[in-house]
Structures are given as structure tokens and as C-alpha cells.
């Protein structure tokens, strides 16, 4: 499919070899595109030798995304943890709703998947493509538009020639400041602590998440029965203060917090902590340019859909190109990118300020909107109709979904 000429060294080079920008590389080159992809950090190879604190609720989109990058079967049956119900419930109230794949006729509703165990599977992945070629170590320190290709300079002084530039190196994209793009940043004035805990009781492979008034608190299901994954939303000092407590206290806390709904905390992993934000860069593409991932954009992770807009966003864009080159296009143009832009912006755009919403309406101490949103919960949670369209829209099964996203009918 592809038609680099001698004066190109890849069609595209993508900058950032994380979740986001390894899924969008090994979409391009199953389809035959040469690809550089440069990596700031170090290559690690299987190398999850301890518990990863960090860890993903992939969607049933986001599965057909790694499937068709071919990374889904480098991925071991005991890495991966399915979740199959959904309880949310409410601090200040008697308010919940539950959901079951069973209820649509699905085996589950998602996965639970360490970070670096993504990673190594696509890089494998990347290791097994003739036409991706993979540069660790490298940063990008210079762009330059020369109207038929981009070049990139790396600090080490290599240069290449591509049609595209793709950035996926994150919220702070080096690539996004070099490109003088915007990014409109909106501080949360909160935190997420992380971890992996054993506790008393199994979790029946149900993610359960509880509203609390500094923030929501989630435990996300792992394969051991009695291990969960948290993520626990909070103001900073007292994330900080949960960070550096002696184990039995934070235990009791974390336990205490989830008003024991599954027991004691027997054990927990390292804690790690990382600041909250909502972002939206102002442009996603340029001329010979496109922003995916968390260098586009940034949401609050109380429905864990980070990663899942980030693949999205590649399976967009690459279902672009794809095309593009396929009728002989040139895939740098803008009007072919804005194609992409189009595509994810406002659908980005409206998932960033519904869960603006959600967390404004949970946190909330007025007596009459608590009354309200656990009235909304139960009522939610007594409508069918409704419970089975708000699944099959989270899930990934419905929607205006990039053709790489879609499974089988």
C-alpha cells in the first residue's frame, strides 16, 4: 500500500512508544505503512517483575483496537482480569445502580490489564514488523514543516523525513510545544492514589466504585479473586498523607473509606500518586502534524476512559490514513487530517465535560442535590432500557466508533 519515495525515510513518524502511540504504529504497519517510532525512555521488555500499580479497564472498542494492532494475543490468559457487573453507590445517600453484561447478552463488560503488560505485548508487536523501526532514547528537539515532508530533529542530532509527524508523547508533549499548539489545561486540585490491594472478602469480578465528597474511590477487580485494583480521587495533602502512612493505618482508612465492602485490607502494593487534570489542545492537527492520546487531551479518570479515548483517537486516525494512502492521498495534507480532527474533537470534547459533570454533581454537599442524584441513581438503576444503552455507549459496542474500533456483527 505504501508509496515512500527515496526522498522520505517513513511515511510517518510517530513520537511516543507508550499505549497509544505503539497501538496507532502497529495499526499502520499491519497496513503496509513504513513507521518510525521514537521513544524518549528506555525499551523494556518483559519486564513486569513486580506488582504494576498502574493498570487499565480496557473496553470491549478498545479490545478490537489491540486485536487488530496484533497485540491482543501476545497477551497472556492469566494477565487479564475481566469484570463482568458494575456497582456505584453513593457516600451521601441510600442511592446505586448496578449493571450486568449478562443483561445485554455479553460475557463481560471490560478488562483489567496492567499497564506494562500493554506495553510489552506491543512491543513484541513492534519487534516482529520489517516496515516499524523502533528508536529508543530518542527525543525530539526540532520540526520543520518543508511544505511536501516534516522534518524531525532528535537531541542526538538524527534527522528524518516523513509525510507525518504524529504526537503521542503525552501531556506534556514535546512535539505539541515545538508546534507552538495550544493546550487549554484545567486543574482539578486533586490527586489519584494507586495501588493493588488483598482483601477479606472476593470481588466476584465486579468493579465497584463509591462517590465520596473529596472524590470517588474505585476498585477494579484483578484475576486473583481476593486482589483489587484503587484508584482513589482525593484533595492532594490528604492523598500525600494516605501515600506516606504505616500500612495498618492506610489499610484501615482505604477499608473504612469503602465502608467494608469487601472486608479487611489484608495487603497493598507500593502507593503512587499522580495529579488530576482536564485538557483539550486547541488544534489536533497542522499541516504534517496530528496530536492522539493524552497530547490532545486529558480527562478525570472516575470512569477510567483515559487510555480507551486515547485508543480511539489512534484507531481514528489510522482508519484515515489508511484510507488516504489507499486512493494515493497524501496522508500530511490537512484537509485529510482534519478529517481525523473532526472525528474526535467533540466527541472528546463532550466526554471531558460530562465527567466534569459527574464529579461537580458527586461532590456536591447541598442536602437537596444529594437528594437528588441518589434519587437519579435508583431511578437509573429500575430502567432496563436505559442501563442497557448507558453499557452498550461505555463498552465501546455502540456509538460513533473509527471502523478499527468495531468488532464482528
Given at each position: 500500500?505504501?508509496?515512500?519515495?527515496?526522498?522520505?525515510?517513513?511515511?510517518?513518524?510517530?513520537?511516543?512508544?507508550?499505549?497509544?502511540?505503539?497501538?496507532?504504529?502497529?495499526?499502520?504497519?499491519?497496513?503496509?505503512?513504513?513507521?518510525?517510532?521514537?521513544?524518549?525512555?528506555?525499551?523494556?521488555?518483559?519486564?513486569?517483575?513486580?506488582?504494576?500499580?498502574?493498570?487499565?479497564?480496557?473496553?470491549?472498542?478498545?479490545?478490537?483496537?489491540?486485536?487488530?494492532?496484533?497485540?491482543?494475543?501476545?497477551?497472556?490468559?492469566?494477565?487479564?482480569?475481566?469484570?463482568?457487573?458494575?456497582?456505584?453507590?453513593?457516600?451521601?445517600?441510600?442511592?446505586?445502580?448496578?449493571?450486568?453484561?449478562?443483561?445485554?447478552?455479553?460475557?463481560?463488560?471490560?478488562?483489567?490489564?496492567?499497564?506494562?503488560?500493554?506495553?510489552?505485548?506491543?512491543?513484541?508487536?513492534?519487534?516482529?514488523?520489517?516496515?516499524?523501526?523502533?528508536?529508543?532514547?530518542?527525543?525530539?528537539?526540532?520540526?520543520?514543516?518543508?511544505?511536501?515532508?516534516?522534518?524531525?530533529?532528535?537531541?542526538?542530532?538524527?534527522?528524518?523525513?516523513?509525510?507525518?509527524?504524529?504526537?503521542?508523547?503525552?501531556?506534556?508533549?514535546?512535539?505539541?510545544?515545538?508546534?507552538?499548539?495550544?493546550?487549554?489545561?484545567?486543574?482539578?486540585?486533586?490527586s489519584a492514589?494507586?495501588?493493588?490491594?488483598?482483601?477479606?472478602?472476593?470481588?466476584?469480578?465486579?468493579?465497584?466504585?463509591?462517590?465520596?465528597?473529596?472524590?470517588?474511590?474505585?476498585?477494579?477487580?484483578?484475576?486473583?479473586?481476593?486482589?483489587?485494583?484503587?484508584?482513589?480521587?482525593?484533595?492532594?495533602?490528604?492523598?500525600?498523607?494516605?501515600?506516606?502512612?504505616?500500612?495498618?493505618?492506610?489499610?484501615?482508612?482505604?477499608?473504612?473509606?469503602?465502608?467494608?465492602?469487601?472486608?479487611?485490607?489484608?495487603?497493598?502494593?507500593?502507593?503512587?500518586?499522580?495529579?488530576?487534570?482536564?485538557?483539550?489542545?486547541?488544534q489536533y492537527?497542522?499541516?504534517?502534524?496530528?496530536?492522539?492520546?493524552?497530547?490532545?487531551?486529558?480527562?478525570?479518570?472516575?470512569?477510567?476512559?483515559?487510555?480507551?479515548?486515547?485508543?480511539?483517537?489512534?484507531?481514528?486516525?489510522?482508519?484515515?490514513?489508511?484510507?488516504?494512502?489507499?486512493?494515493?492521498?497524501?496522508?500530511?495534507?490537512l484537509q485529510?487530517?482534519?478529517?481525523?480532527?473532526?472525528?474526535?474533537?467533540?466527541?472528546?470534547?463532550?466526554?471531558?465535560?460530562?465527567?466534569?459533570?459527574?464529579?461537580?454533581?458527586?461532590?456536591?454537599?447541598?442536602?437537596?442535590?444529594?437528594?437528588?442524584?441518589?434519587?437519579?441513581?435508583?431511578?437509573?438503576?429500575?430502567?432496563?432500557?436505559?442501563?442497557?444503552?448507558?453499557?452498550?455507549?461505555?463498552?465501546?459496542?455502540?456509538?460513533?466508533?473509527?471502523?478499527?474500533?468495531?468488532?464482528?456483527?
Amino acid at each position: 500500500m505504501t508509496n515512500t519515495s527515496d526522498n522520505f525515510d517513513a511515511d510517518v513518524v510517530v513520537v511516543g512508544g507508550g499505549i497509544i502511540g505503539g497501538s496507532f504504529a502497529c495499526l499502520l504497519g499491519q497496513a503496509g505503512l513504513k513507521v518510525i517510532l521514537l521513544d524518549a525512555g528506555v525499551r523494556q521488555v518483559n519486564s513486569l517483575k513486580k506488582v504494576d500499580a498502574r493498570v487499565f479497564a480496557i473496553t470491549r472498542a478498545s479490545e478490537q483496537i489491540l486485536k487488530k494492532a496484533g497485540a491482543w494475543r501476545r497477551i497472556q490468559e492469566n494477565e487479564i482480569a475481566c469484570f463482568r457487573k458494575m456497582h456505584v453507590w453513593d457516600e451521601n445517600g441510600l442511592g446505586e445502580i448496578n449493571f450486568d453484561s449478562a443483561s445485554i447478552c455479553q460475557p463481560t463488560m471490560g478488562y483489567i490489564i496492567s499497564h506494562q503488560v500493554i506495553i510489552d505485548a506491543l512491543q513484541e508487536k513492534l519487534l516482529d514488523m520489517e516496515n516499524v523501526r523502533c528508536i529508543w532514547s530518542a527525543s525530539a528537539a526540532f520540526i520543520k514543516n518543508e511544505t511536501n515532508a516534516m522534518l524531525l530533529e532528535t537531541e542526538d542530532g538524527l534527522q528524518f523525513r516523513s509525510k507525518l509527524v504524529v504526537a503521542a508523547d503525552g501531556c506534556n508533549s514535546k512535539i505539541r510545544s515545538l508546534a507552538n499548539i495550544h493546550y487549554h489545561k484545567h486543574d482539578y486540585k486533586q490527586s489519584a492514589l494507586a495501588c493493588v490491594v488483598t482483601t477479606e472478602y472476593p470481588h466476584e469480578e465486579i468493579a465497584r466504585q463509591r462517590f465520596l465528597k473529596r472524590g470517588p474511590l474505585a476498585f477494579l477487580p484483578m484475576l486473583d479473586p481476593h486482589q483489587s485494583a484503587i484508584v482513589w480521587s482525593t484533595n492532594p495533602d490528604h492523598a500525600q498523607r494516605l501515600k506516606e502512612s504505616d500500612k495498618s493505618v492506610f489499610h484501615f482508612e482505604l477499608a473504612e473509606a469503602f465502608a467494608n465492602e469487601l472486608g479487611e485490607i489484608k495487603e497493598s502494593s507500593e502507593r503512587i500518586v499522580f495529579p488530576l487534570s482536564r485538557a483539550q489542545a486547541e488544534q489536533y492537527v497542522q499541516p504534517r502534524l496530528a496530536l492522539i492520546g493524552d497530547s490532545a487531551h486529558t480527562v478525570h479518570p472516575l470512569a477510567g476512559l483515559g487510555a480507551n479515548l486515547g485508543l480511539l483517537d489512534a484507531a481514528a486516525l489510522a482508519d484515515v490514513l489508511i484510507d488516504s494512502v489507499s486512493r494515493g492521498r497524501d496522508p500530511g495534507r490537512l484537509q485529510v487530517l482534519r478529517r481525523y480532527e473532526r472525528r474526535r474533537k467533540g466527541e472528546n470534547h463532550s466526554v471531558m465535560y460530562l465527567m466534569d459533570g459527574f464529579k461537580h454533581l458527586f461532590e456536591n454537599e447541598t442536602q437537596t442535590v444529594q437528594w437528588l442524584r441518589n434519587l437519579g441513581l435508583d431511578m437509573v438503576d429500575s430502567l432496563p432500557i436505559a442501563k442497557h444503552a448507558i453499557m452498550k455507549r461505555a463498552m465501546g459496542l455502540e456509538g460513533n466508533l473509527p471502523i478499527i474500533a468495531r468488532g464482528r456483527s
